[in-house]
């Protein structure tokens, strides 16, 4: 075989796309199907507006997740078992990620790296933290809280450029791969001992 006929070859490879359904769980809502792509594609030319655009799925997924986690959580313990750490956007965010979906460690990998720029970007007295959930809400309280503490060259150095990129891939194994807990928490809450 000829070396033009192996880069033709290479170059035919790398003109195939594989297309893949979004999870059954969320293909005939309109939040995924019509609103969160028209959104996205606007946010194209601004960082910050992507970021935000990216993580209401995140937010809408773990109002999604609520009502199967708290049955769940009652059912442990009916009687003293506190939903105040249930409720927290941290914790639906953990069950997100990892009963919802299972992130692949290429993904985590790819994002904790980007969060590393993003803390040293930040200042060496900020403490790292473990785990995409984790990583990904405090990126969040940092953009949504403490934006004054941000300078230009988060936006024009590409520092919120290299989260997104790397947030975008924990938004497709998201939307690729969520698995509703909502049917199994039904049919566990509805069981009687």
Do not use: W
Request: net charge negative; charged share 30%; proline share 2%.
């Amino acid at each position: 075989m000829e070396e033009t006929d192996r880069e033709e070859e290479r170059l035919e490879f790398n003109r195939n796309i594989h297309l893949q359904s979004i999870s059954k769980s969320l293909n005939e809502d309109a939040f995924f199907t019509e609103f969160f792509p028209r959104l996205y594609e606007e946010s194209v030319n601004n960082d910050f507006f992507r970021f935000t655009i990216l993580y209401q799925v995140v937010e809408y997924l773990i109002d999604k997740i609520l009502h199967p986690i708290v049955l769940r959580e009652i059912k442990k313990n009916p009687e003293t078992r506190e939903l105040k750490d249930t409720l927290s956007e941290r914790f639906r965010i953990n069950i997100l990620f990892n009963e919802c979906v299972n992130l692949s460690n290429d993904v985590q990998r790819s994002f904790k790296d980007a969060y590393d720029k993003f803390i040293q970007h930040l200042g060496s007295n900020i403490e790292s933290k473990n785990g995409s959930h984790n990583q990904i809400y405090f990126v969040r309280n940092t953009i949504y809280h403490n934006l004054r503490k941000l300078d230009n060259n988060f936006l024009e150095g590409g520092c919120l450029k290299e989260i997104n990129l790397a947030f975008e891939k924990i938004i497709l194994e998201l939307l690729l791969n969520y698995n509703d807990i909502s049917e199994s928490s039904d049919s566990q809450a509805t069981q009687t001992p």
